[in-house]
């Protein structure tokens, strides 16, 4: 049987936390527990995880933006390939010309 005294107008004055570190203190002291080190929690989010980013693109899901997507440059990418956008360089700016608004159609 443990001896663990907690007088009761410490248990007033005390939270539940520090009760909790009061009792594995005294485990701790008494020999009764070890020091137990466990691993860090590792998270399975890929390292480009980023939870203060948003992307647009994914409807403002949390992890990346839309400067990082991958899908969203593809996509792009895929639309430039085709020729249905182009990126035109003008004063300083880039436009984008897309064939859906051009008079071809
Ligand atoms: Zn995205």
Redo the contacts with the bound molecule.
């Keep these: 049987m443990l001896g663990l005294a907690v007088t009761p107008t410490i248990q007033m004055s005390l939270s539940k936390i520090d009760i909790l570190k009061f009792v594995y203190q005294r485990l701790l002291d008494s020999g009764l527990l070890t020091l137990t080190l466990s691993k860090p929690l590792q998270l399975s989010f890929p390292t480009w995880y980023d939870l203060d980013q948003r992307?647009?693109?994914?409807g403002g899901?949390l992890g990346?933006?839309?400067k990082?997507?991958?899908?969203?440059m593809y996509q792009v990418q895929k639309l430039v390939s085709k020729g249905q956008i182009e990126f035109v360089k003008s004063g300083g700016t880039y436009h984008i010309v897309t064939s859906i608004l051009s008079n071809d159609q």
């Design positions: 992307c647009e693109y994914h899901v990346h933006s839309i990082n997507c991958k899908s969203f």
